[in-house]
């Protein structure tokens, strides 16, 4: 609990200055749409991506380097996401990879990863959560120049422990240019992309690795990392 109360507090500022940018924006969308009588929010701009996007939720994703061992849709809340069950190529590493594709134009994150928690007690009994923290890695993507390019995700990383089990756990929306375990950093990029007459497309993504008995989370970090890029970067290929 301390160390979800640490990571909040020294968020706070960031998190108003965002919301602050938030209003910014959607007070130069809303004065245009007042003057002309046309509300950019009723009709916005088509998401160029749904039909990829909606395919995730259908067949998963395939990661280099990682065999898909099983592949569902699951009902986590009121949403369908993907549960994929995967294995590490020549190791005994598995993991759950949940992907909660965008579904449609209005669609947008909200409560995901409450959605998730109370998935994991209803299927696990009960979910404690410890060893709390923000987590960064980029993902190196090839542009169309023939140059590399790189996006950083900031997502959650913690340990949710069962009485049957133990989990590292690392949760992002992944965007097209990166990633950001908020909500509201996807509010900010798809209000300026619908200034510009354009969209910004997401998945909810949550990776579970099973480890020890309430064990140390960060000796989980460097598996997680790894799946972390291989996730946002087919993402980015093939739907974002």
Known sequence: MSSLFKFFKENQLSQVIALLLLLLLLAMGGIPGYLTGRWQWKQPPPVTSLNELRHIRK???TLPGWQTIEQTEQQIGERKWSLQVIKKDGSESQAILLLLPQNGPMDQPEVEWTEINGWGRSRWRKWDIAQYRSAEFTVKQPSKLGSNTETKVEAR???ASTPQ???????WYALPEGGNSSPLHWFLADQWAQWHKKR????????IIPMEPLGQV???WSLAQSIGEAVQAALMTTAL
């Not at 089990?165 to 949760?171: C, D, I, K, S, Y």
């Not at 910004?200 to 990776?207: A, D, F, K, L």
């Open 157 to 159: 990383f913690f340990r």
């Open 200 to 207: 910004t497309p997401w998945v909810g993504v949550s990776i």
């Open 165 to 171: 089990q133990t989990f590292a756990v690392l949760q």
């Open 59 to 61: 067949t998963g994703l």
């Open 218 to 220: 960060e000796k989980l």
